[in-house]
């Protein structure tokens, strides 16, 4: 029997995919090895020294916490100010310096080599007196995908294998939203007051004096389909806790407002999140809401991420901290921010 020109072809062609198929996957399984077994190491011991500890909650730094906790070798933390002198990179965190130039060690001599940071995981409202900070930093590190040092609340990682995919719990209530500073000017508060004229929405928290417990928290939102992941303000990259934490790791869909629908596509695993500026109306929002919980098949759509996808969140400042290190390697050698106030606010 003869093979014909195009059976051939659509051989080639089979066996063309098969191959590539299998190669993206040896590459894949490589990344995720090296990603989880080699994290970047520096060439040299690196100390990094955390003049004050943000809003003042300290952690213990003795031994080698960044490499005991996180398997970051060379990477030696301190909070001991009298290390300045020795310091590669001193990290300063905007809430402490309120107080302006005072809070920083000016009058001391900076090593020439030495490279100033500045640490800010709030959306730019709230980084007030940046004025006074011209021409002191080398590094920025926030939240924000363009930061030098870029630490977000959470992060998509591809999934290994280890987890099974475990079924989607039934719901006894609609959505929840906890929220301790409510401020009526807020686009959430808006949103809020007009959403709540279609469903119902339990609020707990400060503001609606029903506070929960850290224990109670997740808990409490994983009894709803949908959480309202408001952030406080909308500002380029701020995705915070409330989505990582109170949404993802309770297992309800998360609600959001807050940047673009094309940041949290960016941040967010693929298909796992409801997007408030979406619709035209918050009917239209409600109306969709209530569709998804009344129909099996489109609430299970917004699970369908943890087959491939899974998330991490950051909330210890040493790991934070532990990432410069990571990152040294490719820093920016000669930067200067002489206008820190233009860059928070770009
Ligand atoms: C780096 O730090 C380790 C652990 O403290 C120490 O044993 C080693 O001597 C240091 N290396 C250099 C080059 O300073
Ligand atoms: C959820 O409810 C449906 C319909 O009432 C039921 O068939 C299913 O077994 C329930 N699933 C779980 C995980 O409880
Ligand atoms: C860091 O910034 C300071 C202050 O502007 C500058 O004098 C110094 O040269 C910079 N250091 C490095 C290593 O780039």
């Not at 409510?182 to 959430?188: E, G, K, V």
């Not at 297992?251 to 959001?256: D, I, K, N, R, S």
Request: glycine share 4%; aromatic share 14%.
């Amino acid at each position: 029997m003869r093979t014909s020109g195009s059976q051939a072809f659509l051989l080639l062609l089979l066996l063309l995919i098969f191959l590539s198929s299998l190669l993206y996957y040896i590459f894949l399984d490589q990344t995720l090895y090296l990603q989880k077994y080699h994290p970047a190491v520096p060439q040299r011991n690196i100390s990094i020294l955390l003049w004050h500890w943000p809003f003042g909650h300290s952690y213990r730094l003795d031994g080698d916490k960044c490499l005991e906790m996180y398997n970051i070798r060379r990477c030696f933390l301190t909070d001991n100010i009298s290390a300045f002198s020795t310091a590669d990179v001193v990290v300063f965190h905007h809430q402490e310096l309120r107080g302006g130039l005072s809070s920083l060690p000016l009058h001391l001599d900076r090593p020439a080599s030495q490279h100033w940071v500045w640490l800010s995981m709030e959306p730019p409202v709230n980084n007030a007196n940046l004025t006074p900070l011209t021409g002191l930093f080398n590094w920025t590190m926030s939240y924000r995908r363009d930061a030098d040092i870029s630490i977000p609340y959470g992060k998509t990682m591809l999934r290994g294998d280890e987890l099974s995919f475990k079924a989607v719990p039934n719901r006894s209530c609609l959505v929840s939203w906890v929220v301790s500073r409510y401020q009526p000017h807020q686009a959430r508060a808006g949103v809020y007051q007009s959403l709540k004229k279609y469903i119902p929405i339990e609020v707990y928290g400060k503001w609606n004096k029903k506070p929960l417990s850290n224990k109670k928290l997740l808990p409490t939102i994983s009894k709803c389909i949908f959480y309202l992941s408001f952030e406080n303000s909308e500002a380029k990259d701020y995705i915070s806790e409330k989505l990582w934490r109170n949404a993802f790791q309770a297992g309800a869909v998360p609600v959001v407002l807050g940047p673009s629908r094309a940041d949290y596509e960016a941040l967010a695993p693929p298909g796992s999140f409801i997007h408030v500026a979406d619709f035209k109306s918050t009917a239209d929002l409600a109306a969709h809401l209530k569709h998804v919980a009344a129909d099996r098949w489109a609430y299970e759509e917004y699970f369908q991420w943890h087959h491939t996808h899974r998330i991490k969140t950051y909330t210890d400042w040493r790991e934070r901290l532990c990432q410069i290190c990571v990152q040294f390697p490719s820093l920016p050698a000669n930067r200067v921010y002489q206008d820190l106030e233009s860059w928070v606010n770009s």
